[in-house]
């Protein structure tokens, strides 16, 4: 617990081992100087834990650290604390999807989510499962910064269901998620991507 919340305040590995370590002599002499036992029992959970936290401080805190500092150095639409929602517009006009077979290829500008700019494009392949009554699509979304991939069911009819967000390159590497799909025109050639990502 106590390693958890230095880990929010953003505090390295080191200063926490010598809170820790500090915690450890206090505890050490109090236990060494009380007098009643309820006192020593104290002092001893609090040079247990202060151990503890003490040694594996250096080890679980390095990752955590660097993972910090590599959201720190994102931009603002691939820096994601918790969970960041990225809204694109992904304009799928029928002549460029393709179909050999039962598999289904696309490759598709993106667009703002005010659908006012091309900012990257799309592309990927959904394989036809006649059993599922829908598509299995995986594909990927190129913008700027990065790419992010995705990979989940596409229903033949009903609400659509969310798709897996399976990684990223760029500003997207750890990327993590989900993806929120809608018709976003009556034809059915555009469609709003809200990109739910974690990481």
């Known amino acids: 617990m106590a390693v958890g919340l230095t880990v929010d305040v953003g505090w390295p590995w080191w ?9 450890v002599v206090v505890s050490l002499a109090g236990v060494a100087v009380a007098r ?3 006192v020593r029992a104290v002092g001893v959970v609090l040079l247990v834990e202060g151990a503890v936290i003490a040694g594996v401080a250096p080890l679980a805190m390095s990752d955590m650290n660097s993972s910090a500092a590599t959201a720190a150095g994102s931009s603002s639409m691939s820096a994601y604390s918790s969970e960041s929602i990225i809204h694109v517009i992904e304009h799928a006009p029928s002549q460029d999807m393709k179909m050999f077979g039962v598999v289904q290829t696309f490759a598709n500008p993106i667009f703002d989510g ?12 959904c394989i036809h499962i006649g059993l599922a009554k829908g598509f299995e699509c995986v594909w990927t ?4 910064d990065g790419s992010i991939m995705v990979q989940g069911p596409e229903v033949d009819s009903g609400p659509p269901l969310p798709l897996a967000i399976t990684g990223g390159t ?3 590497r750890d990327a993590r998620g ?7 025109n009556k034809a059915g050639t555009q469609f709003d991507e809200f990109f739910h990502v974690t990481g």
């Open 36 to 38: 009643t036992p309820a």
């Open 114 to 125: 005010r659908n006012a700019k091309r900012i990257g494009r799309d592309q990927g392949m």
């Open 178 to 184: 989900w993806l929120d799909e809608r018709t976003h």
């Open 170 to 172: 760029g500003k997207f």
């Open 15 to 23: 200063v926490i081992t010598l809170i820790a370590g500090g915690v």
């Open 141 to 144: 979304t190129i913008v700027p």
